[in-house]
């Protein structure tokens, strides 16, 4: 099911909020839980009536015991409209087309009561500032978008399916929405069977092509070539899951060529031949014959927060790219994987140039988390003299994997790895010109190449809870404990001031891998006692002895958890994209 909350502020991803405080003191916060039209900005606010909520509280080990409590007000009635109604606001002077297999084309389909029959004949009639919601239901057809300013959306709690079938697209390099205009979103659609038979070349799922075009919370799968490709310049995909890409390459029968899950590359205006400024975030992608998300050919382009397992040539890929930042992924190869991988060696991250032109540069690698699964920084490459150039490697944790770099034809320059953190984990490092290491951590002692004043050797302590299986393995397998050897021993990066989970680093002594000790552990919940209503602009919360739990004195954490009376949890995870100011004492 697709609920309309997650179609809220879909253009900006703020940082996770925290409500900062300390024990005995009363903490104000302020929900403002909007919605925005995509094309105008305009803010709505958002009725929060009957919703229950829960404060997750945080606090470091060290401190001492303390009671905390909290307790609710209720505010007055609300005044706008109820939560069953779109939350997604569209000015009078726009249109809205509705389209479901019950309705028919020759509908004008502003009316949801009589809406239209296809997605194409709702494009053909949308002009910019308009919106088109889909009623569940299946809709075998292609669909191109080549007007400007466009959102293209599931209706509230609907689940609609844009099915290639056998036959679909059917020109040779289409994709089941192709987007050629710009500032176009594409929001909350399942997306699959894009020329499954291999019968034209190609066969995307969702191809970006203008600028400023955003596709979220889709659903792809089956496709013979790509999931979602991001050609146009500051292009986004955002909160995408994607399986079962790259069947061309089932079985993998292909010798090279083959496609990948999510990729960005080799169609913006800003840089002839390159991308510029995509963003490829929050995605999970598992099960692809290829890669699971590749940056290639692009620059500027930024990959974060996403999830990839199982997927044949490697998890990540970063090729013929620069100024890119890879951050804060989990990437991994499960132990019950549905798919192989490419000569049984499983790849978290691999960084390699394919083309002579342009070789990567300048790019940064920190805040990864990797398990079973290496770091492969240019171990090979097609084009002599690729390599690491002014690269930084950084914070990143691997367990049950390994490190490979390159010699010979490679020629790496100005490149650090530094505070990474490696369990379990062999190197191979032919040759340190161009490369500085500094302070890592590892299980054992590594080759000569690989050691550096400042490195830690021994057991991290790596907390190592929760399974390994396909889809289930979390960041808190990678946490560490107080009394880690790497706690405390990185050489602090003034540009790397959080960590994988975006906790603040220790500005003097932070701790080596994607996990900073100094953030704090879960101590203690309370809930049942927050009553949402009235205005949701000004919502207060405080603490009082009516309820209570008990966590460290002195500096803590309280993160919200909200739930829908109509059924659903908003975990901080979702809270992140919605909650939009914070008050910190």
């Known amino acids: 099911m697709f609920d309309e909350e997650k179609r809220i502020v879909i253009n900006r991803v703020p940082k996770p909020i925290t409500v900062l405080g300390y024990a005995g003191n009363t903490i104000p916060i302020q929900i403002n839980w909007i919605t925005r039209d995509p094309m105008t900005h305009v803010k709505t606010p958002v009725d929060l009536t009957g919703w229950s909520a829960i404060m997750d509280f945080k606090r470091k080990a060290s401190d001492t015991s303390a009671l905390i409590s909290i307790t609710s007000a209720v505010i007055s009635a609300p005044s706008n409209p109820p939560l069953s109604a779109p939350l997604i606001t569209i000015q009078s002077t726009h249109n809205i087309y509705y389209v479901s297999p019950a309705g028919s084309d020759s509908n004008a389909g502003t009316l949801l009561s009589s809406p239209l029959l296809t997605i194409g004949a709702a494009i053909t009639k949308a002009i910019a500032g308009d919106a088109i919601y889909i009623m569940t239901g299946v809709y075998p057809e292609a669909v191109v978008i080549n007007q400007n300013g466009i959102t293209l959306s599931a209706y509230p709690n609907s689940n609609p399916v844009i099915d290639g079938r056998t036959t679909l697209p059917s020109s040779n390099w289409g994709a089941l929405i ?27 799922g969702i191809q970006l092509v203008g600028s400023n075009n955003t596709v979220s919370y889709a659903k792809v799968h089956d496709c013979w070539n790509q999931g979602i490709v991001l050609s146009g310049d500051y292009s986004s995909a955002l909160y995408c899951t994607v399986y079962s890409a790259a069947l061309q390459n089932i079985n993998g029968t292909m010798s090279s060529g083959w496609a990948n899950g999510i990729s ?25 014959w290829g890669e699971g998300i590749d940056t290639f050919n692009s620059v500027n382009c930024t990959m974060q927060d996403n999830t990839c397992y199982d997927n044949w040539a490697t998890n990540m890929y970063l090729s013929n790219a620069y100024n890119c930042l890879v951050q804060r992924n989990l990437l991994y190869a499960s132990s019950s994987p549905a798919i192989p991988t490419h000569n049984n060696n499983p790849i978290g991250i691999q960084l390699s140039d394919e083309l002579n032109t342009p070789l990567s540069h300048d790019n940064k690698i920190i805040n990864n988390m990797i398990y079973g699964a290496s770091l492969s920084a240019f171990s090979w490459s097609i084009p002599s003299g690729a390599g690491l150039n002014n690269t930084l490697i950084a914070y990143n944790t691997v367990i049950n994997g390994s490190l490979h770099t390159g010699s010979g034809s490679i020629v790496n320059a100005a490149s650090t790895i ?5 369990v379990n984990s062999a190197a191979t490092v032919p040759s340190t010109t161009g490369l500085t290491f500094i302070s890592n951590a590892w299980s054992i ?15 991290a302590l790596a ?15 990678f946490e560490l404990p107080s009394n880690s050897p790497v706690v405390g021993n990185a050489t602090p990066i003034i540009s790397i001031a959080q960590d994988y989970f975006l906790n603040a680093r220790s500005s003097t002594n932070p701790t080596i891998g994607a996990y900073e000790y100094s953030a704090s552990i879960t101590t203690g919940s309370v809930s049942g006692g927050i009553v949402l209503g009235g ?24 993160d919200l958890k909200l739930t829908d009376p109509r059924g659903g949890v ?16």
């Open 178 to 204: 192709m987007v050629n205009g710009n500032n176009n979103n594409i929001v909350g659609i399942e997306v699959k069977n894009s020329n499954v038979t291999g019968a034209v070349s190609g066969g995307y």
């Open 264 to 288: 960005t590359g080799g169609g913006g205006a800003l840089v002839a031949g390159l991308t510029s400024y995509a963003n490829i975030q929050g995605c999970t992608v598992y099960n692809c």
């Open 418 to 422: 530094e505070n990474n953190l490696f």
């Open 445 to 459: 002692v590594q080759v000569p190449n690989a050691q550096s004043t400042g490195d830690v050797v021994g057991n």
């Open 463 to 477: 907390s190592s809870v929760g399974t390994t299986t396909a889809g289930a393995l979390t960041p808190q397998y």
């Open 535 to 558: 205005s949701p602009m000004n919502i207060v919360t405080a603490l009082s002895p009516a309820q209570s739990a008990t966590l460290g004195a002195g500096k803590f954490v309280a």
């Open 570 to 585: 908003w975990t901080k995870a979702s809270l992140q994209y919605v909650l939009q100011q914070m008050v910190t004492i």
